[in-house]
């Protein structure tokens, strides 16, 4: 079935053993200075040891002041060169080759994080970071070309088997390019020639120290979808330039900060959607194309790949959910990848806050080094009562580890509040983890008791050595006059089919849960109102995510009512309060949605105590919480089972 995607590809005078890539995507695990910590080396080398063909390692900083985020590797100096070899050795060992990507924020960066003025090659501040910068003279370009060449150069002396350069994203050399942020009227802009001056002396500079055998890959936001921004035709002329300059790939990409649901888009796009945007760049150039944007599954990079859409597929992210893809694809073993479910939460939201990121799917990330799953000398009973997500990770881990395992879950399902979260539009996809959890189970050997809640005489027959309780959590009602009406349900009730609203429905709630509620029941014909006291609705949710969650509210003319509160809920309609003192009514209601948040599942921990003497407590159960951390606690619970 795959064929495309295990053939050997290459690049100038690289050869890759396959066809799958690791973009660069910042980790935040780089030591301040620069240099290459454990965490760094361990993450990448991870992916290498997965069976990834190329992994390119992110935003190399060509000067101290050339970075958009605090902990970035770097090569500006050749002290910095001793622990990138380590690194690129330990991925050589597995048989990958590693390339570094090296860059300059520009204007995408600000003095808080640099000590300096941002430069950009005019004064015009990037819409997102809003930090003024000042315009480069040609003399400071020079320089630059100059540090860029001289990076390059040391990143051959490391170790790397090629070099890319980052003129995507609307950083540095894509401000140069671009008509959006370069104004000039000088050499280094005006036209589409003087525009790509920038990158095309770089391009010289790098070739004429690395030598003509050393492989340049070029990143390129193709379509930055920013009005006056580069397009797609644009990019195909600065294609033809860069091969002509002797580049030997293309890394097509697309976006800048202001329109970052495109370099990283949510889930809520669809997969392989600027596939047919490579395809154009392919158009025009003999040297490879590298395609991107929510590609998570091997099939579907095979199914690019046969389209002739690309020739190498970068799956970024994917490499974060399971960084052992390849060579579980190369094995058939399709239901044991662990696939990137589109959410943001551990990457780019982190990524955002110059935090270390994390995965939702795989807590595995970013401690490669400390949180391996090893054999227990001492199998040990292990009871864990909760089938939902972070239950069921736990005992995945503890059965991994070699213990025996049971798993208790009262209801008739596994999954918990998770397998409700993938109902609304645009989340399906958050059940491939369920469905990798439970297969995981199965295929470990753990005895799952469904529709069995597990009592203390129970336990104490048992005797298990460690007890983890994942019980959950219960949608919390708040005290409303009239909450106890017969049309008057909750989110859950909704999102499992336990309940059928009525035609016009309000929704109590405007988090997450009640604004995808809200949308799943719009998409299917109801007229739907939100009512929420904050000032915005789904705060804490990613920009990204957001941004399409509104617009399909929008589309589907949900009412959002904000700094609103209800008073009283009565038989067909709902006393609100706008403002203190002005209240009105929802005529023709005909039900109500409680999506206010949840409370722990109560369960008398002290008895347990007395019975067991390992007792630990995670997810919802301990305290109402992100799926992230409730499977990073699931796991850690595993491994102190």
């Known amino acids: 079935m795959l064929k495309n995607v295990f053939e050997p590809l290459t690049i100038g005078h690289l050869e890759l053993k396959n066809r799958f890539v690791v973009p660069p995507m910042v980790s935040n695990y780089a030591n301040e200075d620069g240099t290459c910590s454990e965490q760094f080396m361990a993450y990448h080398e991870e ?83 809003n930090a003024m910068p000042r315009a480069l003279t040609v003399a400071e370009i020079h320089e630059l070309v100059e540090q860029f060449g001289d990076t390059a150069l040391r990143v051959q002396a490391a170790g790397f088997d090629a070099v890319e350069i980052h003129g995507a994203h609307g950083y540095l050399i894509n401000q140069f390019m671009s008509p959006f942020s370069n104004k000039r009227t000088d050499n280094y802009g005006g036209t589409i020639l003087n525009r790509a001056r920038f990158a095309l002396e770089i391009i010289a500079n790098i070739r004429a120290k690395v030598g003509n055998e050393f492989p340049i890959i070029y990143r390129m936001s193709v379509n930055e979808f920013v009005e006056g921004g580069l397009t797609t035709e644009d990019s195909k002329v600065i294609s033809m330039l860069l091969e002509d300059a002797g580049v030997n790939a293309i890394h097509a990409s697309n976006g800048v ?240 089919g336990s309940a059928q609203p009525g035609k016009r429905v309000v929704i109590i709630g405007g988090g997450l849960v009640g604004s995808e509620t809200a949308a799943h029941l719009a998409n299917h014909g109801h007229e739907v109102s939100i009512i929420e006291m904050n000032s915005d609705i789904f705060l804490g949710t990613p920009s990204s995510t957001k941004q399409y969650l509104m617009q399909d509210l929008q589309q589907h003319h949900v009412t959002i009512m904000t700094e609103t509160t209800v008073k009283e809920i009565r038989s067909n309609s709902v006393v609100i309060e706008t403002k203190p003192g002005q209240q009105q009514e929802l005529q023709q209601v005909d039900s109500v949605v409680m999506a206010i948040g949840s409370k722990p599942v109560s369960f008398s921990l002290e008895e347990l105590k007395n019975n067991v003497s390992n007792v630990i407590t995670i997810g919802d159960a301990q305290q109402v919480r992100k799926a992230m951390e409730a499977i990073e606690e699931g796991y850690m619970a595993g491994l102190h089972a």
């Open 47 to 129: 992916k290498a040891k997965g069976g990834w063909g190329l992994i390119i390692v992110e935003d190399y900083k060509i000067n101290p002041e050339s970075g958009g985020f605090v902990k970035l590797p770097g090569l500006w100096h050749d002290g910095q060169i001793k622990s990138h070899k380590e690194l690129t050795d330990r991925v050589h060992r597995h048989g990958a080759k590693i390339a570094a990507q090296i860059y300059h924020a520009g204007r995408e960066t600000c003095a808080e994080i640099t000590g300096v003025q941002p430069v950009a090659p005019s004064a015009i501040p990037d819409p997102v970071v």
């Open 257 to 496: 900060y202001a329109t970052s649901d495109k370099i990283i888009p949510p889930t809520a796009v669809g997969h392989a959607w600027s596939a047919a945007i490579s395809e154009e760049i392919k158009k025009v150039v003999s040297i490879p194309v590298i395609a991107v944007g929510r590609i998570n599954d091997p099939l579907i990079a095979e199914a690019v790949l046969r389209a002739n859409q690309a020739d190498l597929i970068s799956m970024g992210r994917a490499s974060l959910a399971d960084p052992h893809l390849p060579n579980k694809a190369k094995a058939g073993d399709f239901d044991s990848i662990i696939r990137c479910i589109g959410c943001l939460q551990g990457c780019i939201q982190r990524n955002a806050q110059q935090l270390p990121i994390k995965c939702l799917v795989n807590p595995l990330t970013g401690h490669e080094s400390e949180r391996q799953i090893e054999d227990d000398t001492h199998q040990k009973k292990v009871v864990i009562i909760g089938g939902g997500i972070a239950g069921m990770e736990a005992a995945i881990v503890a059965a991994q580890r070699g213990h025996r395992v049971d798993l208790y879950e009262k209801s008739d399902r596994l999954g918990g509040q998770w397998i409700l979260a993938s109902i609304p539009p645009t989340k399906e996809e958050l059940g491939a983890f369920t469905t990798w959890q439970t297969h995981k189970l199965q295929n470990l050997g753990v005895r799952v008791h469904i529709n069995t809640e597990l009592s203390l005489e129970m336990i104490q027959a048992i005797q298990p050595d460690s007890l983890i309780v994942a019980t959950g959590a219960l949608p919390f009602i708040p005290n409303i006059p009239g909450n106890t009406l017969e049309h008057v349900v909750t989110a859950n009730d909704i999102l499992q």
